[in-house]
């Protein structure tokens, strides 16, 4: 069975710490996707990044940056110096690459800046 | 940059009542979809639809809900009788080819029904 799970429901940083948001995934697949979304307040789904499961490197853009660990089955995300405008639900989600188009969402992490 | 649109962005109806929900996709998109967002909740898959078919579809999406492209630009969730519980947020997304994780689905901004 497919599953994402985001353990993390609610994360509180002061601005320019450093926060990491974990994922963790199950799928039988040998291939697969794993992506990141950003809801920010506004309510719409803003697509972040998206990793293949044959690609382990680390990815790094600007201040955001993804770990992929498929011995722990994990996609975590860090935030470095994080900013006010960050504050957003940030969900993981999953595609099985074969027999289904549909995205498998994890419950989300709320991410709260304060200044 | 081409971008998914979605009306109304709140629509309120009574319990009963039809409701059509409205897309525009990416206007070289060939994949659409449909989510949903109880409020609170993790976002739930609804459907996708390619070359005027249902190509996938959630145990959610039952017999009260329909999909259709009306024209060359619209996708529209149709549900024939709102209950309580589909109050949510409701997602349009499209995707250049088909997803299979392969080509990202952009989605729109939402529509949030609200049923009394």
């Known amino acids: 069975a497919q599953k994402v799970t985001q353990a993390q429901t609610e994360i509180s940083v002061v601005e320019k710490e450093d926060v990491t948001l974990d994922c963790v995934y199950e799928t039988r697949d040998t291939t697969y996707y794993l992506f990141w979304y950003k809801q920010p307040p506004s309510g719409e789904l803003v697509f972040l990044i998206r990793r293949n499961s044959f690609d382990e490197q680390n990815e790094i853009s600007g201040r955001y940056s993804w770990n992929f660990q498929k011995s722990t089955s994990s996609f975590n995300f860090t935030i470095t110096a994080s900013q006010v405008v960050d504050s957003a639900v940030y969900f993981c989600a999953l595609s099985e690459a074969f027999n289904t188009d549909k995205l498998i969402f994890g419950t989300g992490t709320r991410l709260q800046v304060f200044p | 940059e081409p971008e998914v649109t979605q009306t109304p962005s709140h629509q309120v109806t009574q319990m009963g009542q039809e409701v059509i929900l409205r897309c525009v996709p990416i206007s070289n998109h060939l994949y659409f979809y449909w989510y949903r967002q109880i409020l609170g909740q993790k976002v739930e898959f609804l459907v996708s639809?390619?070359?005027?078919?249902?190509?996938?579809k959630s145990e959610i999406f039952d017999d009260q809900f329909s999909v259709e492209r009306p024209d060359g630009s619209n996708f529209t969730l149709k549900i024939r009788s709102t209950k309580l519980e589909d109050s949510a947020m409701y997602f349009c997304?499209?995707?250049?080819?088909?997803?299979?994780?392969?080509?990202?689905?952009?989605f729109g901004p939402g529509t949030r029904l609200t049923v009394t």
């Open positions: 997304a499209s995707s250049v080819g088909v997803s299979r994780g392969f080509y990202e689905q952009y």
């Open positions: 639809f390619y070359n005027n078919e249902i190509s996938e």
